[in-house]
């Protein structure tokens, strides 16, 4: 058993920023995948099929405005958290954006380099999250008898975006689907904010794909102290490694990345490195303390 000791000084307080159940479960590109119709991941019980925004270009032609890398994965907590922080209910989905970029990405926590272009990826990154879509399928098979669940999900229903070309604010407002907000509401997983911080200095978001994966499959294990897991690694590489060429490559990745996640891991992540299998999780405490009742 390999029981990784923190060796990372935690503050007493945690700041708890918070993602949707779903985006625990697969990883989004980590680069611009083009011009495709769709990107599909598989999860352990579900398969994710996502689907871009789409908007001509300047001849005309039409193309693909992805949601990527740790952009992405930054405004998808960013909005999670703020949705799970507000007071209002799913009557009144809107969520009004800072109006100065140089904010938002602080509240995101990325650095204001500034530059035109800077400013132009992070706005098609607003872009894509208000044209992002996703179907979510699940199919059980016990003897005869088959059963089939399809969701079609859009996550924003309309969106207002205003921003000159030689500026560097937005005024933006977007309301959210109202199934979306709900599920944001009552079915989002409590993240650190300290780690997330930590593992978004570097990479395309692999290791906050991995951090908030663990913080779903730790948080599923909580109730049950002999509790275990078994994810093999074709499983793990249907979900994080599709674009890996071969297969070693991406378990040499995943261990690397996994193993530097689990030294922030409070009180130490439980786990084990199954030969020619996979990866075993055992029960561990949550990375999030639970809220005191």
Known sequence: MNSSATDWTRLKGQRRL????????????YSDPGDVAEWVRQGRDHLY??????????D???RSIWLHGKIGRLLLIWLSTQVVRAKHNSSDPVITLPKSE????RELGL????GQTNIANFRRHLQALAGYSMTVSEQH?????????????MLIDKADYSWKASGSDTTAQIQLNPATWQRMKTASIPLDAEIIEVLSTKGKGQEIDIYAWLSRTVFGLRHDPQAEITITWEQLERQFGAQ????DNFRQFFKQAFEHVAVFWPGGL???WVPRTGLRLMHSRPSVHPKSK
């Not at 099929?49 to 300047?58: A, D, E, M, N, Y």
């Not at 890996?244 to 297969?247: K, L, N, T, V």
């Open 270 to 272: 439980h786990f084990e």
């Open 244 to 247: 890996y060429s071969r297969a």
């Open 111 to 114: 650095r204001d380099t500034g």
């Open 18 to 29: 918070y993602l949707m159940s779903d985006f625990c479960q697969f990883s989004l590109p």
């Open 49 to 58: 099929v996502v689907r871009p925004l789409r908007l001509p270009s300047s």
């Open 141 to 153: 098979n016990s003897g005869d008898q088959h059963n089939l669940s399809v969701e079609n999900s």
């Open 60 to 62: 005309g032609s039409l």
């Open 102 to 105: 140089a904010q938002f990405k």
